[in-house]
């Protein structure tokens, strides 16, 4: 049994103590309760516990056997120990242990004063927490609370017992109070192979933004060869940041990288520059700009700017390695001015684009809004009726085709009649568009009107009952709709078109009142859509588990209006639409949707997508598409453990109606516990007959960094549902920038 015995701050007092008795022996330790000399606001007790103790009153302690020291936030234990009162200062000997906050650190000898927090240890051996990280030096100063300079030391993220990598400095600082680590002629050393050396080394202690170089990149495509990158990023402030990298590429020379960023709380924006000087394979200057900000200018009001620029047509696929990027055909040049407010919104905007040709594929640029104002409005229970406004007036340009002014009005009234288990909605409008033609006129096409009313009754009921599903209770819905539309014929063939396209045929698009994209044309119309829609849902929660709909819509009168070039439908019925999703099981998802045409027999769409996700870090992924004459493609793709610490992850995404790989992925990794090493393969067609193919190795060293390219984004862009691997096993946190 163990007491304590306040003393005063000049008095010290030490009581034997019985601890525990062995074969007839009785052990006694001294105990010592002291109170530092400091003014009574300040008094902090510091408890002292040894076999034996001997001393000065008011000078030092001296205490031996199995000691032990406590101070708030301190904990001290060692074989022998001198406290010195006066200078609040602890000497320690033989297998010395001391515990602060996060910390631990061992070693044979300590010497510290303990409200500064300022002294050394010799050969010491430190843990840390946040993260967890640990390392060995030959000497360790303690410059304050939570700051350490290491001497000849080493630094790793990895549990005791496993040395597979760790940072070998001469000389280290470990900041925790800004959480930045940095190492002086410093080498990595992985499985005992010394693989980078830096005269100077900044890592995070955590996931906070710090100014330094970023581990480099490595790797490899078809096109511009090996590839190494050095990126810089600077944190200028916590709202603003950059990263400047310099890129060589094997092939073509050094490229040069910026992109800065910005947030505030009225604004945000992002800009990026590459420059690729004299490219060995172009012999060319090479360049791609990008500009994108957004303003709230208050009342209602923003702004924006989005301007992208690249030198030539091929930039994108010679050099950049993803689907998204070398996809990009039209680049915009826009700015726009918004209101938002009181059920009104206003647009303004100029826009224009840089089109880049495939040269088996050219396609014609779209036209520029020089400008465009679009003016809209939803003003509901006006008293008891709903208004709406859509209106536009544009002013298309473009070099080589018809150049001219549409404005374009469209009020409408609708009348909702609801209740909890049906609606029905009249609405009518009329529809008003006027054509002013200027350059680029050859056939002297007349300034033109179209004016037409527009009619439309949705109506719709809503039916539940309770089920029963696998013992599992939910409530189950069944909601009959019906759309009809009318809006008669008016030639519309003279007209130009700026902008319409067919929009594609979807269930939203069964509902809407013109199968056309933008204003050129207007359907005519006397038609009725009849769609079924069934739904499971948790009666608790709400929760959506499965969803079934069938649609179809039928035509009471022959199509007249469609686009140059168009055939007008000879069906009295639309295809008929059925789409299913939900969760079969929880681990099981389905989405899956058909297009059948019921005169001709056939299904002119399919598209079925399968997910099993048992757990995090387990997913496959297996998909068919299918449209009549156009394409017909299996897209397969997975991530899954293979065996032990080894992962694998793939796609395959194969044309049948082409006969060629669309995009091929095949990755291995292998989680180390503290570090993941992967290499990742990736292949996808860039343009009608051209491929790009890269390669990524990359080593993570969890709480530094990685080295070599980073394929997740790569990975993530074509595994639905990819969880990285650091999530699935390591909680140490990876500095990510940007």
């Known amino acids: 049994m163990r007491t304590r015995l306040p003393i005063t701050a000049i008095a010290l007092l030490t009581v034997p103590v019985a601890l525990h008795a062995e074969e007839g022996a009785l052990e006694l330790r001294q105990q010592t309760t002291l109170i530092s000399n400091f003014p009574q606001d300040e008094q902090t007790p510091i408890f002292l516990d040894a076999d034996r103790m001997s001393g000065q009153q008011d ?17 001290v234990n060692s074989d022998r120990l ?34 500064t927090r300022q ?9 840390m927490t946040q993260p967890d990280a640990r390392g060995a030096a030959e000497n360790l100063d303690f410059v304050g609370e939570n700051k350490y300079n290491i001497t000849d030391g080493t630094y790793t993220t990895c549990s005791e017992g496993n040395n597979d990598w760790f940072v070998r400095s001469s000389a280290m600082e470990l900041d925790r109070t800004v959480q930045v680590g940095t190492a002086h002629h410093a080498s990595v050393v992985f499985k005992g192979v010394p693989i980078l050396y830096t005269p100077w080394l900044q890592f995070p202690l955590n996931n906070q933004r710090k100014s330094g170089f970023l581990p480099p990149t490595l790797g490899s495509s078809g ?30 020379g050094l490229q040069l ?29 090479r360049y791609n700009l990008l500009l994108n900000h957004g303003q709230l200018l208050g009342a209602g009001w923003s702004g924006g700017l989005n301007v992208q620029k690249v030198s030539d ?44 040709q495939d040269p088996l594929a050219p396609i014609t640029p779209p036209y520029s809004r020089l400008p465009q104002l679009l003016l809209n409005g939803v003003w509901r229970d006006f008293p008891a009726v709903d208004l709406g406004l859509a209106s536009e007036w544009t002013d298309f340009r473009h070099p080589t085709l018809l150049n001219g002014q549409r404005f374009s009005f469209y009020p409408s009234v609708s ?13 009518i409008g009329v529809h008003h568009t006027r054509y002013a033609l200027s350059e680029n006129n050859p056939d002297e096409v007349p300034d033109m009107t179209r004016t037409l009313p527009v009619f439309s009754l949705d109506s719709g009921l809503f039916m539940e009952r309770d089920w029963v599903l696998r013992g599992s209770e939910y409530l189950q819905t069944l909601e009959p709709r019906l759309y009809y539309l009318n809006i008669p014929y008016r030639d519309q063939s003279r007209l130009p078109n700026f902008d319409s396209a067919l929009a594609d045929f979807s269930y939203a698009q069964m509902f809407s009142e013109n199968q056309f994209i933008g204003s050129d044309r207007i359907n005519d119309a006397n038609q009725l859509t009849a769609a079924l829609t069934s739904r499971l849902l948790d009666p608790v929660t709400g929760q959506e588990w499965m969803r079934a709909t069938i649609g179809q819509r039928y035509y009471f009168k022959e199509q007249q209006v469609v686009l140059p070039g168009g055939v007008a439908r000879s069906d009295n019925s639309s295809d008929i639409l059925a789409t299913f999703s939900g969760r079969v099981t929880p681990a099981w998802g389905v989405d899956a949707g058909v297009q059948y045409n019921t005169g001709r027999q056939e299904f002119q769409k399919t598209g079925v997508g399968v997910r099993y996700q048992p757990e995090t870090g387990k997913v496959l992924n297996l998909g068919y598409r299918f449209t009549r004459d156009a394409l017909e493609q299996v897209d397969i793709s997975s991530q899954w453990p293979i065996h032990g610490r080894w992962q694998g992850m793939g796609r395959f995404n194969y044309s049948f109606l082409d006969s060629k790989l669309l995009e091929g992925l095949a990755g291995l990794e292998y989680n180390g516990g503290c570090w993941a090493a992967r290499v990742v393969m990736h292949q996808f067609a860039s343009a009608t007959a051209e491929t790009s193919s890269s390669i990524f190795f990359q080593l993570e060293l969890f709480g530094m960094g990685r080295i070599g390219s980073n394929p997740q984004d790569i990975l993530k862009r074509n595994i639905s549902g990819f969880s990285p691997t650091q999530q699935l096993s390591s909680p140490a946190t990876i500095y990510e920038p940007y």
Do not use: C
């Not at 049906?422 to 609405?427: C, Q, R, W």
């Open 313 to 356: 047509d091929n930039y994108f696929r010679d050099l950049n390695s993803t689907v998204a990027t070398t996809s990009q055909v039209n680049l915009p040049r826009e700015g726009t001015l918004a209101f938002n407010d009181y059920g009104l919104s206003f647009l303004a905007r100029v826009q224009s684009f840089q089109t880049l």
């Open 257 to 285: 990288r910026g992109e800065y960023r910005y947030l505030d709380q009225n604004y945000a924006g992002t800009s990026n520059v590459e420059y690729l000087p004299n490219d060995s394979l172009s012999g060319t200057n």
């Open 119 to 127: 002294g050394y240890m010799r050969q010491p051996v430190y843990q």
């Open 59 to 75: 000078v030092e302690i001296e205490a031996e056997g199995e000691v032990e020291l406590r101070k708030r936030g301190q904990v």
């Open 223 to 252: 096109k511009s060869g090996a590839m190494f990158a050095l990126p810089y990023y600077w944190n200028i402030a916590p709202e603003r940041d950059a990263t400047l990298t310099p890129r060589i590429l094997s092939k073509r």
């Open 82 to 115: 001198i406290y010195r009162q006066a200078e609040d200062e602890v000497h320690a000997l033989g297998n010395v242990r001391i515990e602060q906050q996060d910390s631990v650190v061992s070693g044979p000898e300590l010497k510290m004063k303990l409200d």
């Open 415 to 427: 009348l909702p009649l609801n209740q909890s288990f049906a609606f029905v909605t009249p609405k």
